[in-house]
């Protein structure tokens, strides 16, 4: 069987398939630390700016 063939028919037979598709879950959901490095990324750059601020 030649490789145009097979790809037709598997092109058919995915046809009849129903989609899938998966529902967008929230980031936070997805993975669960990214809130606390978020979190702390603002705090350090927070830290930072102050840092600077009281140094001047």
Known sequence: MATAEKSLLALER???RPVE????????????????????????FLKLVRL????Q
Do not use: F, V
């Not at 600077?52 to 140094?55: A, E, F, Q």
């Open 14 to 16: 995915s046809a009849d």
């Open 21 to 44: 598709y998966r529902l967008m879950t929230p980031l936070a959901m997805r993975r669960p630390l990214i809130n606390w490095r978020i979190i702390a990324a603002i705090a350090q």
């Open 52 to 55: 600077l601020l009281l140094t």
